[in-house]
């Protein structure tokens, strides 16, 4: 479990900034752990969404191949999955449907106001989302599309290992997303990542002071990046 402090530290500090922090405490995270295609964000002034992981798979191009009954047993055992374990909650959804991902709406006011009550901060989905105006207020989103129907989508699976956007993602992980995207913190650099946060934004400010100021040239940027270097 993180600490509510440390989460909410983190909610403080945008997606890339999180990005360069986990490059500083692990050099391998340059290269994994974040999404790498762009999704939409339909209200790009929320504020970072950081929470654990509740993730799913969904299929639209197709009837339900469960009957009416057991697809009903099956949603109502992904909402007590979704509202069980640590929070805040995240869902993380991967639509299998190939070619025709975001083909129907699996997001929207109802499923927009219900996962809120049931404790998420956001969600994150290649799918498609619709209802803009009626979504839930203040439930951040990053889709991979939005579309007018829910044509027929339904649930294929939940809290299995998904890939969303070049992100994979398991049950339980911790996510930080904004307007630029999202990804994962491995919970045992969570600790390290504020500290790193920090000295990049020391760092930067170096340069951002210098390149702010009139007449600046390349001998002052050289000027800069020697005084970028002693900052540890």
Same mark, same amino acid.
């Given at each position: 479990?993180?600490?509510?402090?440390?989460?909410?530290?983190?909610?403080? +500090?945008?997606?890339?900034?999180?990005?360069?922090?986990?490059?500083?405490?692990?050099?391998?995270?340059?290269?994994?752990?974040?999404?790498?295609?762009?999704?939409?964000?339909?209200?790009?002034?929320?504020?970072?969404?950081?929470?654990?992981?509740?993730?799913?798979?969904?299929?639209?191009?197709?009837?339900?191949?469960?009957?009416?009954?057991?697809?009903?047993?099956?949603?109502?055992? +992904? +909402?007590? +999955?979704?509202?069980?374990?640590?929070?805040?909650?995240?869902?993380?959804?991967?639509?299998?449907?190939?070619?025709?991902?975001?083909?129907?709406?699996?997001?929207?006011?109802?499923?927009?106001?219900?996962?809120?009550?049931?404790?998420?901060?956001?969600?994150?989905?290649?799918?498609?989302?619709?209802?803009?105006?009626?979504?839930?207020?203040?439930?951040?989103?990053?889709?991979?599309?939005?579309?007018?129907?829910?044509?027929? =989508?339904?649930?294929?699976?939940?809290?299995?290992?998904?890939?969303?956007?070049?992100?994979?993602?398991?049950?339980?992980?911790?996510?930080?997303?904004?307007?630029?995207?999202? =990804? =994962?913190?491995?919970?045992?650099?969570?600790?390290?990542?504020?500290?790193?946060?920090?000295?990049?934004?020391?760092?930067?400010?170096?340069?951002?002071?210098?390149?702010?100021?009139?007449?600046?040239?390349?001998?002052?940027?050289?000027?800069?990046?020697?005084?970028?270097?002693?900052?540890?």
């Amino acid at each position: 479990m993180i600490s509510p402090d440390l989460l909410e530290k983190l909610k403080s +500090y945008d997606t890339p900034t999180i990005c360069n922090a986990l490059e500083v405490v692990d050099s391998s995270r340059r290269l994994t752990g974040f999404t790498t295609k762009p999704l939409v964000a339909p209200f790009p002034d929320l504020p970072p969404m950081v929470g654990y992981a509740r993730t799913a798979t969904i299929r639209s191009t197709h009837p339900h191949e469960l009957d009416t009954k057991a697809a009903r047993a099956q949603r109502i055992a +992904y +909402y007590e +999955y979704v509202a069980s374990g640590p929070g805040p909650q995240i869902v993380v959804i991967q639509d299998l449907d190939g070619p025709d991902r975001g083909f129907g709406a699996f997001w929207g006011e109802v499923q927009s106001t219900v996962h809120k009550a049931l404790g998420c901060v956001g969600v994150i989905t290649d799918g498609c989302i619709r209802d803009i105006p009626q979504w839930a207020p203040g439930l951040n989103v990053l889709a991979g599309s939005i579309a007018p129907s829910h044509a027929h =989508v339904h649930l294929a699976d939940f809290g299995k290992e998904v890939r969303v956007a070049g992100m994979v993602v398991r049950s339980g992980d911790l996510i930080h997303a904004d307007r630029h995207g999202a =990804v =994962v913190i491995p919970h045992e650099l969570a600790e390290k990542v504020p500290a790193a946060c920090e000295l990049m934004a020391r760092k930067e400010a170096v340069i951002l002071e210098m390149a702010r100021k009139p007449g600046f040239n390349v001998e002052m940027l050289k000027e800069a990046l020697a005084k970028q270097d002693e900052i540890h």
